[in-house]
Nanobody
Framework: QVQLVESGGGLVQAGGSLRLSCAAP???????MGWFRQAPGKEREFVAS????????DYSDSAKGRFTISRDNAKNTVYLQMNSLKPEDTAVYSC?????????????????WGQGTQVTVSS
């Protein structure tokens, strides 16, 4: 069973930056990883994903150019660096693991989820 723990969320002003971390024990290095977010009253949406080795990444249109996903398999951790944050980025951000080497955009492709971390961007 893969247990994911996110950290790094918080309150930041528009234009600021945050780095989210997602720690996973066990055989993490063989899993593709993704970040998703959910704002109040909205559906969960894809943010970014990365393959097992870190060489292939994918971003939503809203994240492209501002967010960077990366991973350190030696530390069993995946990161989401978020720059130029906007109030519309406010949401609960969750990391997810997919029992496949390759990433996906649909949350239904991911079998393991963390509890999420709140990101609030003030205007």
């Amino acid at each position: 069973q893969v247990q994911l723990v996110e950290s790094g969320g918080g309150l930041v002003q528009a234009g600021g930056s945050l780095r989210l971390s997602c720690a996973a024990p066990g055989s993490f290095s063989s899993y593709a990883m993704g970040w998703f977010r959910q704002a109040p009253g909205k559906e969960r949406e894809f943010v970014a994903s990365i393959n097992w080795g870190g060489g292939t990444t994918d971003y939503s249109d809203s994240a492209k150019g501002r967010f960077t996903i990366s991973r350190d398999n030696a530390k069993n951790t995946v990161y989401l660096q978020m720059n130029s944050l906007k109030p519309e980025d406010t949401a609960v951000y969750s990391c997810a693991a997919r029992r496949s080497a390759w990433p996906a955009r649909s949350p239904y492709e991911y079998g393991y989820w963390g509890q999420g971390t709140q990101v609030t961007v003030s205007s």
